[in-house]
């Protein structure tokens, strides 16, 4: 079996879910369920025996232990962080503790727990590292996509705690000879993503005849992965990725923001027309993030040739299925919805968002 950390997360649950679709090979997913961590997303998979959910921290080294003891995994692969720029901005501490911190844990727990392995199962142990673009920092316009070689430039809170755990990761590798695997990606979207995130917030705000808020100029670009993509390549980093090395995984689908928000208006307008009119009447700028990076874009050349992974979906097929995917699935949006969101969002836009 493999544990996952982090899967009941947007990323982390699709993983799972789409992991139990393809194969037998049951999953233990430990999540702290914070205000990212959903079990309705994982409702498909509740009564599957080959789910093993459980709800506890990465920074709980005791508990670590025991999970690795009592279900002895072939791999670990490594989701749990807090994600959101914007909440790094605010609070900078609890990217610190699970970001930095966790991951430390978890690779010490990793660690002891693959010294106990012996030949073929030590060899064949992983420890996959799900990490960002982010920490390569910002592009200008002509500048090339990020290469696995790209210097480390983090901007945001965020970026540098994950910037950090990379560290971590490589030096586990060198030093200990864990085998680790790292994958760097780009922006994920689809189905199951939370709402704070400028895709799922255009959506439920359009629906909802809100505004839709577009940091500064708009003009910031964003490199977009289909989810169900970015679950392929991990799979296929475990399976075929040479321990110790990272592999950036893109869409080769850069847009500005503007053209992301005219976009899902444009679908949703189309799925589901306003009588009202166009959704795009809704766009309203707002002041922009500090620090804002001004674009990201992946390199993912060193995947395809090495491993053969290529993203299936196309932006238009992909933003298609997740604006369908919201309009079919009200009741999930409805349910994190809740208290602390509407905090959140009173906090980050004022209350007339
Ligand atoms: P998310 O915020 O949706 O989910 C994070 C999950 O981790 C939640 O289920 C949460 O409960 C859990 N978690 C948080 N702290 C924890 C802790 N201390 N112990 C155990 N579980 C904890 O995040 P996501 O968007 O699914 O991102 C998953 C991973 O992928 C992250 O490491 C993120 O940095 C990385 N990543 C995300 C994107 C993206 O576009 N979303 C792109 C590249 C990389
Ligand atoms: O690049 C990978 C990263 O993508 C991941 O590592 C992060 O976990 C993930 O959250 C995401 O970070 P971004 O900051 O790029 O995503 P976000 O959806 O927050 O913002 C996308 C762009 O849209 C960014 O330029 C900021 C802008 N934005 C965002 C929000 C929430 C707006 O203009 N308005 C908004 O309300």
């Not at 500064?216 to 990725?241: F, K, M, P, S």
Request: hydrophobic residues 40%; charged residues 20%; glycine residues 10%.
């Amino acid at each position: 079996m493999i544990l996952v950390t982090g899967g009941a997360g947007f990323i982390g649950g699709n993983f799972v879910l789409d992991w139990l679709a393809g194969r037998d090979e049951p999953v233990v997913n430990l999540d702290a369920l914070t205000y990212a961590g959903n079990l309705e997303t994982l409702a498909r998979v509740a009564s599957d025996p080959r789910h093993v959910f459980v709800h506890g921290d990465i920074c709980d080294r005791a508990r670590v232990d025991q999970l690795l003891a009592t279900h002895r995994p072939r791999a670990i692969v490594h989701f749990a962080a807090e994600s959101h720029v914007d909440r790094s901005i605010h609070g900078p501490g609890e990217f610190i503790r699970t970001n930095i911190e966790g991951t430390g844990i978890l690779l010490e727990a990793a660690r002891a727990y693959w010294n106990t392995l012996q030949g073929v199962a030590k060899e064949a142990f992983r420890f996959h590292h799900v990490s960002t673009d982010e920490v390569y920092g910002s592009l200008a316009a002509d500048d090339a996509p990020f290469t696995e070689d790209h210097p480390y430039q983090p901007n945001s809170p965020y970026a540098a705690s994950k910037a950090a755990s990379d560290h971590l990761v490589r030096a586990w590798f060198h030093t200990y000879g864990l085998p680790v695997v790292t994958t760097n990606c780009s922006n994920n979207y689809g189905p199951f993503h939370f709402p704070e995130k400028l895709i799922p917030l255009t959506i439920v705000n359009a629906l909802a005849g809100r505004a839709l808020p577009v940091y500064g100029d708009g003009l910031n670009v964003r490199d977009w992965l289909y989810v169900g993509d970015h679950c392929a390549a991990i799979r296929t980093v475990l399976e075929r990725g040479r321990p110790g090395e990272t592999y950036n995984i893109g869409g080769w689908n850069e847009k500005t923001n503007l053209d992301i928000v005219h976009t899902v208006c444009a679908r949703l307008d189309e799925l589901r027309p306003d009588a009202n009119g166009p959704r795009s009447r809704l766009i309203s700028f707002v002041a922009d993030r500090p620090g804002h990076d001004r674009r990201y874009a992946i390199d993912a050349r060193k995947i395809g040739r090495e491993l053969g992974w290529r993203p299936a979906e196309t932006f238009d097929s992909g933003i298609r299925r997740t604006v369908e995917w919201y309009l079919a699935n009200p009741g999930w949006v409805a349910n994190v919805q809740s208290g602390a969101y509407r905090d959140w969002v009173n906090k980050q836009y004022g209350a007339s968002t």
